[in-house]
C-alpha cells in the first residue's frame, strides 16, 4: 500500500507570490491534516479534513487555506508568501476522525521563500 | 486551550544508557496520548500511544505511561541505541479537535 505522497518535495519562491502544495492520503484514507513544522515553533497544526470538510483549523492568517477533493487528495494554498512562511509543510492521513487514530505522515514540502 | 510541553534537548546518551524524556500535557478533557518519531529525513511515525488513564503504551522497547494524577507521558526506554537517534514529539488529542503537538526532543546516541 502506498503511503502519504506529498508534492513537490521542495519548492523556492520569493516574497508576494503564493503557492500551492498537494496531498494525496493512503487509499480508503478520508481524513487528512496539515502541520507546518520550523526549528523554532516545532509542528504547528494548520488545518484538518474530513470527506471534503473542513473539520478543524489552526491559528494562521487567512492566507492560509485548504481543500479536500472527493478522492480525498487535498491541497493547501498559500498567498503573499512572507519570510517566515519557509517551513517544512507536512501531511497526515488517517482512516477516520477519531481521537485515538493513529496519523500517517509524508515526507513533507520543504518551502523557502526568498 | 490544550498544549503539550516536552523537555528540551538535546539529549546525548552513550549506547545502553537509559532514556527518560519527559511530556507533561494541559487538556480540558480526556485526550488520548502519543509518541511520534522522526528519524533523520523522513517523515514522522507513531511509536506509541495511551487512550486512557493508566494504559501503558510500548513499541521498540520503549514505554510511556499515561498519568492522570501528575498529566504527564514521560517516555522510557531501558537501553538505547545508535539507530534511536532521532527527534520525538509527545503529543494529544481530544475528541473533535487536532492532534496537538509539543516541540518535539532530539536524542543523540553515539556508540
Known amino acids: 500500500k502506498a503511503g502519504v505522497t506529498q508534492t513537490p518535495r521542495y519548492l523556492i519562491k520569493t516574497r508576494g507570490q503564493q503557492v500551492t502544495l498537494s496531498c494525496s492520503p493512503i487509499?480508503?484514507?478520508?481524513?487528512v491534516s496539515w502541520y507546518q513544522q520550523t526549528p523554532g515553533q516545532g509542528l504547528q497544526f494548520l488545518f484538518e479534513?474530513?470527506?471534503?470538510?473542513?473539520?478543524n483549523k489552526g491559528n494562521f492568517p487567512g492566507r492560509f487555506s485548504g481543500r479536500q477533493f472527493s478522492n480525498s487528495r487535498s491541497e493547501m494554498n498559500v498567498s503573499t508568501l512572507e519570510l517566515g512562511d519557509s517551513a517544512l509543510y507536512l501531511c497526515?492521513?488517517?482512516?477516520?476522525?477519531?481521537?485515538?487514530?493513529?496519523?500517517?505522515f509524508g515526507s513533507g514540502t520543504q518551502l523557502s521563500v526568498l | 486551550g490544550d498544549s503539550v510541553t516536552q523537555m528540551e534537548g538535546p539529549v546525548t546518551l552513550s549506547e545502553e544508557a537509559f532514556l527518560t524524556i519527559n511530556c507533561t500535557y494541559t487538556?480540558?478533557?480526556?485526550?488520548?496520548l502519543f509518541w511520534y518519531v522522526q528519524y533523520p529525513g523522513e517523515g514522522l511515525q507513531l511509536l506509541l500511544k495511551?487512550?486512557?488513564?493508566?494504559d501503558k503504551g510500548s513499541n521498540k522497547g520503549f514505554e510511556a505511561t499515561y498519568r492522570k494524577e501528575t498529566t504527564s507521558f514521560h517516555l522510557e526506554k531501558g537501553s538505547v541505541q545508535v539507530s534511536d537517534s532521532a527527534v520525538y514529539f509527545c503529543?494529544?488529542?481530544?475528541?473533535?479537535?487536532?492532534?496537538?503537538f509539543g516541540k518535539g526532543t532530539t536524542l543523540s546516541v553515539s556508540s
Open positions: 479534513y474530513f470527506s471534503e470538510t473542513q473539520r
Open positions: 497526515a492521513s488517517s482512516l477516520a476522525e477519531q481521537n485515538n487514530e493513529k496519523l500517517f
Open positions: 487509499s480508503g484514507h478520508r481524513s
Open positions: 487538556a480540558t478533557g480526556y485526550p488520548s
Open positions: 503529543a494529544l488529542r481530544e475528541a473533535g479537535t487536532a492532534l496537538i
Open positions: 495511551a487512550t486512557k488513564a493508566d
